[in-house]
């Protein structure tokens, strides 16, 4: 796979219904290559597929995880009500096991999501931390 193959995919992603003629503008080639190239990626298996994003996926957090936290000391309480003061925190939990509290974050990028980690981490009690991204919802509750 090259950079013209790599792009063809980002653009793909952004909009899978961009028609031959646009993408190929975007990517400076013509439409028989970009045809082309997306025939060889389906054939190879680096594409395997389209699909529909709804708008409610799109719009709310578009990058989201999980922050597992182990809290030092009796600051439980204290921690919950300041990650309850965040705006990106869309849930907190209590556990038990090795992390005290798993904290559900929402975000508009990447950045915005480490500056959110950066400022949990900052919190007076918090004595180490683990965070996964999650990267899509196979089955979610309802409302």
Do not use: C, Y
Not at 34 to 55: D, H, N, P, T, W
Not at 114 to 138: K, M, Q
Request: no cysteine.
């Amino acid at each position: 796979m090259d950079d013209i193959d790599r792009q063809l995919i980002s653009a793909l992603r952004h909009d899978a219904r961009a028609s031959l003629s646009d993408l190929a503008i975007t990517l400076g080639v013509s439409r028989t290559t970009v045809r082309g190239r997306i025939e060889r990626l389906r054939q190879s298996g680096e594409i395997v597929g389209f699909s529909v994003v709804l708008k409610g996926d799109a719009v709310r957090d578009p990058v989201r995880g999980l922050m597992l936290i182990g809290i030092e000391g009796r600051g439980t309480d204290r921690i919950i009500r300041q990650l309850n003061g965040l705006s990106a925190v869309r849930a907190v939990h209590t556990t038990n096991g090795r992390w005290d509290v798993i904290v559900e974050i929402g975000a508009e990028s990447l950045e915005d999501f480490d500056d959110v980690l950066a400022r949990i981490r900052r919190f007076d009690g918090v004595a180490t931390s683990e965070t996964n991204l999650l990267l899509s919802t196979r089955k979610a509750a309802n409302g």
